[in-house]
């Protein structure tokens, strides 16, 4: 069974850094495209930024110049370096990714990371 595990969330104040990972796990024959997502209390989940298999990064206006997109295909791991973090960025950040498992044109599923936590304090 695939999994997808965050770690690296926390409290931080405002213009300090974090770094978050996403590691998958599993019967995992390629992964596609990943990518960070995030949700505030009150709000819609946005896209944070995403990465594709081939090293290709896309950003939210938002967070552009301040996070960056990492992966290592290796190791099935994805990262989100975040600096000069700032109190909006609060939110829960998820982890998601386009999975492969099998061979087969039905063996290519979209997987989700349970979350972590992220507080920026003023």
């Known amino acids: 069974q695939v999994r997808l595990v965050e770690s690296g969330g926390g409290l931080v104040q405002a213009g300090g850094s974090l770094r978050l990972s996403c590691a998958a796990t599993g019967r995992i024959f390629s992964i596609n495209a990943m990518g960070w997502y995030r949700q505030a209390p009150g709000k819609q989940r946005e896209l944070v930024a995403r990465i594709t298999s081939g090293g290709t990064t896309r950003y939210a206006d938002s967070v552009k110049g301040r996070f960056t997109i990492s992966r290592d295909n290796a190791r099935n791991t994805m990262y989100l370096q975040m600096n000069s973090l700032k109190p909006e960025d609060t939110a829960v950040y998820y982890c998601?990714?386009?999975?492969?498992?099998?061979?087969?044109?039905?063996?290519?599923?979209?997987?989700w990371g349970q979350g972590t936590q992220v507080t920026v304090s003023s």
């Open positions: 998601n990714a386009e999975i492969r498992t099998g061979w087969g044109v039905r063996d290519v599923d979209d997987y």
